[in-house]
């Protein structure tokens, strides 16, 4: 993802709002669902109905693989159980008491991307397992309140570090965030680390997916036999919490907010 972000007008924006409105309201419908003794392929199905009910196209089908030998993305959503940090392939795991899941989606209406995730917990979790929900959520939201026009890149990830290293939690560097629009995946990278200042500059008309990955345990990151499944490398819990995110001379603008 190297080269310059495409800056889209305002009436671009609107049209991916509009993709993320269709996002979010698939994501809407799948956390309604989650509960005890669900199987993350009914949320699948949940989300794909939504989507398509709406319009949309569920961007992640069919999503080829990185490494050679993989099979292309089975779902519409990535379903990220407890330890999986992202890329769970919805399938027949059940939902219990206690654990937590990570719902990353994505929709194509008219062209445009958006990109969202939420980490749900599933009935009642322990109160540590809460608080790394809390913090997760609240590091998206010192991003996005950092995402301002004229600022760079690295202001973005040095919220996002801070808020989650303050808490004793661990930012997960393997995966970043990145622009997005016309495609899922668009330069600049949106890196959840790094120094305040560094970067690209921040200018009005860039959509960034701006997407903290906390672990409660160590960073490191192992993957499954099926080439997609990233776990942390310790069995310790991890949540996501994601946003498509425009800069503009009004301050951010979040695209998937339902709004
Ligand atoms: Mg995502
Ligand atoms: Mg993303």
Same mark, same amino acid.
């Given at each position: 993802?190297?080269?310059?972000?495409?800056?889209?007008?305002?009436?671009?924006?609107?049209?991916?709002?509009?993709?993320?409105?269709?996002?979010?309201?698939?994501?809407?419908?799948?956390?309604?669902? $989650?509960?005890?003794?669900?199987?993350?392929? =009914?949320?699948?199905?949940?989300?794909?109905?939504?989507?398509?009910?709406?319009?949309?196209?569920?961007?992640?089908?069919?999503?080829?693989?990185?490494?050679?030998?993989?099979?292309?993305?089975?779902?519409?959503?990535?379903?990220?159980?407890?330890?999986?940090? $992202?890329?769970?392939?919805?399938?027949?795991?059940?939902?219990?008491?206690?654990?937590?899941?990570?719902?990353?989606?994505?929709?194509?209406?008219?062209?445009?991307?958006?990109?969202?995730?939420?980490?749900?917990?599933?009935?009642?979790?322990?109160? =540590?397992?809460?608080?790394?929900?809390?913090?997760?959520?609240?590091?998206?939201?010192?991003?996005?309140?950092?995402?301002?026009?004229?600022?760079?890149?690295?202001?973005?990830?040095?919220?996002?570090?801070?808020?989650?290293?303050?808490?004793?939690?661990?930012?997960?560097?393997?995966?970043?965030?990145?622009?997005?629009?016309?495609?899922?995946?668009?330069?600049?990278?949106?890196?959840?680390?790094?120094?305040?200042?560094?970067?690209?500059?921040?200018?009005?008309?860039?959509?960034?997916?701006? =997407?903290?990955?906390?672990?409660?345990?160590?960073?490191? $990151?192992?993957?499954?036999?099926?080439?997609?499944?990233?776990?942390?490398?310790?069995?310790?819990?991890?949540?996501?919490?994601?946003?498509?995110?425009?800069?503009?001379?009004?301050?951010?603008? $979040?695209?998937?907010?339902?709004?």
């Amino acid at each position: 993802m190297s080269g310059k972000a495409e800056l889209k007008t305002p009436e671009q924006l609107e049209a991916m709002r509009a993709s993320g409105r269709v996002l979010a309201g698939a994501l809407d419908a799948v956390e309604a669902a $989650v509960a005890p003794g669900v199987r993350t392929s =009914e949320l699948d199905a949940i989300a794909q109905e939504y989507i398509r009910d709406h319009g949309g196209i569920p961007s992640f089908l069919g999503v080829p693989a990185a490494a050679a030998g993989v099979e292309p993305f089975p779902g519409a959503i990535c379903a990220s159980v407890n330890d999986v940090i $992202v890329h769970g392939i919805p399938g027949g795991e059940v939902l219990t008491v206690g654990d937590i899941i990570g719902i990353d989606c994505g929709v194509i209406l008219d062209g445009w991307h958006s990109d969202s995730a939420r980490t749900l917990a599933v009935a009642d979790v322990s109160p =540590e397992t809460f608080r790394l929900l809390q913090v997760t959520q609240a590091a998206l939201g010192a991003a996005i309140a950092a995402a301002l026009a004229g600022r760079h890149i690295g202001d973005i990830s040095a919220a996002v570090q801070t808020t989650v290293e303050e808490d004793g939690f661990t930012i997960v560097r393997r995966f970043v965030g990145h622009g997005i629009g016309r495609t899922m995946h668009e330069p600049p990278q949106v890196p959840n680390f790094g120094p305040a200042g560094s970067g690209p500059v921040l200018a009005p008309g860039m959509t960034l997916a701006v =997407e903290p990955m906390v672990n409660v345990g160590a960073a490191d $990151v192992q993957f499954d036999d099926d080439g997609w499944t990233a776990r942390t490398i310790d069995g310790s819990l991890s949540a996501h919490f994601e946003h498509t995110v425009a800069i503009s001379d009004d301050g951010p603008l $979040v695209l998937t907010d339902g709004s």
